[in-house]
């Protein structure tokens, strides 16, 4: 059963290593460029007309990679995984209109701000109400209406409350990702390492799973997850994808992901977390997505409150920049800062399992 997330990130990896060209090519043909802000850092008005819309390159490459490795080893796809899949494109899909819009619509603000709103609504609770159904032989949803750490925790909240809270994540971590894509291979390379992260934690859960409650040393330190060892496949496929992507999206950058990309990583990984019970753990792991996205709300509130800036300019990579660090050195520092939020994410979830021993 392992093979698969071999399998899956292998796949990955070599697809979107040689699909990407294809796609740059495609994309400059078509005139597909970049839109630059012209308040950003002047150092970036090169980057204009760089490809955009790259996500497209990674989302099919971890659905194919998904789809693949079941072909391969003979095993069929669960609910859980075709309901995190079906978030990660969902996602992709608003934001490849919101791009498209930018690029060939010549709009630069993309799609209104009601329909993006609108269309992340439809694809959030879609996939929340659908992660409630679908019970195993255990009883088990793909999500629980607990609320969760490293494992699930509390009363539950029923299913009106944690669609509410399940939109709230995929706005917040899709956002996140958003924000942190200013600058080459910055969101994909943190993403890299949360993906890491995660299809560790499917490992781990999947041998520990309570439905192995009898072989287990100590079955009160098992795992209620319906799906784990797919959720650890759709990770390592991501792993793999946005590790061949980064190849073409490190500095200076090929192409970019666009919110195609962004807003599909975003997704995914609230849908990991959701449906492998580390809802709140995500905030640690993804910590770097988080620390970008406080920046900018610290900026907006202290100017709205104060008429003053904290940051010379929000998100905070782009304040670096402007105190002079180089391009490449922000991205690998905050890659460094990313490594450290997946190490203690992964040592709090290691820490929880060990206690209940």
């Not at 040689?18 to 008005?45: F, M, N, S, V, W």
């Not at 640690?284 to 900026?299: A, K």
Request: glycine residues 12%; proline residues 3%.
């Amino acid at each position: 059963m392992m093979k698969q997330i071999l399998f899956s990130g292998v796949i990955g990896l070599f697809l979107t290593l040689g699909g990407t060209p294809l796609l740059i090519k495609l994309l400059a043909r078509k005139g597909y460029g970049q839109y630059i802000r012209d308040d950003g850092p002047r150092e970036h008005a090169s980057k204009r007309g760089t490809p955009t819309m790259g996500g497209i390159a990674f989302i099919f490459a971890t659905v194919a990679a998904y789809f693949l490795s079941k072909v391969i080893t003979g095993y069929a796809p669960t609910y859980s995984g075709v309901l995190v899949l079906g978030l990660m494109v969902g996602m992709g899909l608003v934001g490849f209109l919101d791009d498209y819009i930018k690029i060939v619509k010549r709009r630069s603000l993309g799609l209104r701000a009601k329909a993006k709103m609108a269309g992340q609504l439809i694809v959030g609770i879609s996939f929340a109400v659908l992660a409630l159904q679908f019970k195993d032989a255990r009883g088990n949803t793909p999500a629980s209406t607990k609320l969760s750490f490293i494992t699930d925790f509390g009363w539950k909240i029923g299913p009106i409350l944690f669609v509410v809270w399940a939109l709230f994540m995929i706005l917040a971590m899709s956002n996140g990702v958003n924000l942190t894509d200013g600058l080459d291979g910055l969101a994909t390379g943190a993403s890299v390492l949360v993906f890491g992260a995660y299809t560790f934690i499917g490992v781990w859960q999947f041998q520990e799973s309570c439905a192995n409650a009898q072989t287990l040393t100590n079955p009160n330190a098992c795992y209620e997850v319906r799906d784990p060892l797919d959720l650890a496949v759709i990770a390592s496929a991501l792993m793999g994808a946005c590790l061949g992507f980064l190849w073409w999206n490190t500095s200076p950058a090929k192409i970019f992901m666009g919110d195609t990309g962004s807003l599909a990583l975003g997704g995914v990984l609230t849908g990991l977390a959701i449906l492998s019970r580390t809802e709140l753990l995500v905030a640690i792991m993804g910590g770097l997505f988080v620390l970008i996205t406080m920046s900018v709300v610290i900026q907006v509130g202290s100017f709205k409150l104060t008429g003053k800036r904290v940051f010379r300019m929000a998100p905070l990579q782009h304040h670096f920049e402007l105190k002079g660090w180089s391009e490449v050195l922000v991205v690998v520092r905050f890659w460094i800062i990313q490594g450290i939020c997946v190490i203690v994410g992964l040592g709090i979830f290691y820490a929880g399992w060990a206690a209940d021993k």
